[in-house]
């Protein structure tokens, strides 16, 4: 009698739909330079709970080539009315070249962060992400997540 066949492999978990709720999300990173004052950017995007939004942004600089700033984003409603939201930020920058002294040698031209981070919010606080220093020069860079609730 030949042997029984292997019992099927289980389902696959059933993807949570999520609420029929939106989240606008907003990034707000703020580049020290040293003493310079810092420059802040601020992107956003609404994303439905459970779902994932994508931002897309690219510069090309001479002599560099692309500086994108990427975010991809899931933001999940949880009880109490919190945000768990994970996120993926690419943000990189040219460092300033004066043009009349030239580059020397040994000067850094871009720097990159990348950040995976996931964490619980509540709706409407922003939260400090992620801290980042250039590994070289005298950079520190801040990202601040809000995720907000739209009702």
């Given amino acids: 009698m030949p042997p029984p066949p292997p019992p099927a492999p289980p389902a696959p978990a059933a993807r949570r739909a999520g609420q029929p709720v939106n989240v606008k999300i907003e990034f707000t990173i703020t580049d020290q330079r040293g003493g310079s004052p810092a420059s802040k950017r601020t992107v956003s995007v609404v994303v439905a709970d459970a779902q994932t939004g994508q931002i897309r942004s690219q510069s090309e600089v001479a002599g560099i080539g692309g500086i994108p700033l990427n975010v991809d984003t899931t933001p999940e409603l949880i009880a109490d009315g919190k945000i768990r939201l994970g996120f993926s930020l690419q ?61």
Avoid at 91 to 120: C, F, N, Q
Avoid at 128 to 134: C, G, H, K, N, R
């Fill in 91 to 151: 943000y990189d920058w040219a460092a300033p070249v004066d043009a009349k002294e030239g580059t020397p040698r040994g000067t850094v031209m871009k720097t990159a962060m990348h950040d995976s981070v996931s964490l619980i919010l509540e709706s409407g606080k922003p939260m400090v992400a992620a801290q980042s220093a250039d590994p070289i020069g005298d950079r520190q860079v801040t990202v601040e997540v809000k995720a907000t609730v739209l009702r």
